[in-house]
């Protein structure tokens, strides 16, 4: 004869008063592993949806209006500080280096276009994501969390776009402007030559 093991209590039932009956955990939470009553279960699942509301799509809804800006020319400050940079060393110098300013500007702005729409495309994956499990209704305080933390790096990522810019002269020969370095592998690093 196979010996029983005790029965898990309502893990909300256990935090009430002694005198309240407790009852038996008969539906298991796969999210917090936590069991709960028939009562309970309910209560726990307002509060995901709560949590999910409150936590992710809150976070999610406040992004929406920095993704559509993306590139509009409304760039986050480091870009705008970029630009600058270029336009001072551009009224610093000649006729040739303005042609310089414009070939790195056109690569900044490139780079950053193609960075921007990068973001815009994981915000949207991140939406249908977050989406799915709204209408699905199936997700738990692991699935919040991994949003939550998906969309604060995108909201970090779009506040902090990962380019640095350096201006190098070589005297006497030839103007080199190393135009832009992005701290992201996939873009190669490239060049204005002026004669």
């Known amino acids: 004869m196979a010996c029983a093991s005790p029965p898990k209590h309502c893990a909300t039932c256990e935090t009430l008063s002694a005198e309240q009956k407790q009852k038996p955990g008969i539906l298991l939470c796969v999210g917090c592993q936590k069991h709960f009553c028939s009562e309970h279960i309910i209560q726990h699942r307002q509060y995901l ?4 509301e ?4 809150y976070n999610r809804n406040a992004l929406t209006k920095k993704v559509l800006a993306l590139g509009n020319q409304e760039w986050p400050i480091n870009i705008k500080t970029q630009l600058e940079t270029i336009n001072i060393w551009e009224q610093d110098t000649i006729e040739l280096i303005k042609q310089s300013a414009a070939c790195a500007r056109k690569q900044l702005e ?3 276009l193609k960075e921007s729409n990068k973001l815009k495309k994981q915000f949207s994956l991140l939406s249908d994501d977050l989406n799915k499990l709204r209408e699905s209704e199936n997700y738990f305080e692991n699935d919040i969390d ?4 998906k969309f604060q ?4 990522d779009i506040e902090h776009f990962p380019f640095e810019i350096s201006i190098n002269e070589i005297p006497n020969e030839l103007i080199l402007v190393k135009s832009i370095i992005q701290s ?7 060049y204005c030559f002026i004669d």
């Open 49 to 52: 949806s709560d949590l999910f």
């Open 153 to 156: 790096r995108l909201a970090y």
């Open 184 to 190: 992201a592998p996939y873009f190669p690093t490239s």
């Open 110 to 112: 490139e780079m950053a």
């Open 146 to 149: 991994q949003l939550k933390n």
């Open 54 to 57: 409150n936590e992710v799509v």
